[in-house]
């Protein structure tokens, strides 16, 4: 079954209501024990759902610029 992209959105909604400020710093942690445990297709959900708590958790200015 695949993972889509609203089922990212919505488990790093839950994770950042869960653990607050900590959210990016605990899915991090998760991302090793996928990583440990060889299990690649659980440690790529994490780091998508790292990085969508990392864009829901960035300063709304920021979400607009670009990086070159």
Same mark, same amino acid.
């Given at each position: 079954?695949?993972?889509?992209?609203?089922d990212?959105?919505?488990?790093?909604?839950?994770?950042? &209501? +869960?653990?607050?400020?900590?959210?990016?710093?605990?899915? %991090?942690?998760?991302?090793?024990?996928? /990583?440990?445990?060889?299990?690649?297709?659980?440690?790529?959900?994490? &780091? +998508?759902?790292?990085?969508?708590?990392?864009?829901?958790? %960035?300063?709304?200015?920021?979400?607009? /610029?670009?990086?070159?």
């Amino acid at each position: 079954m695949a993972v889509t992209d609203k089922d990212i959105l919505a488990s790093a909604k839950i994770f950042i &209501n +869960q653990h607050g400020d900590r959210a990016l710093i605990e899915a %991090m942690k998760r991302i090793e024990e996928f /990583e440990a445990k060889g299990d690649l297709q659980g440690r790529e959900c994490w &780091n +998508q759902i790292a990085w969508a708590i990392e864009w829901m958790q %960035m300063p709304q200015d920021m979400k607009d /610029e670009t990086c070159h």
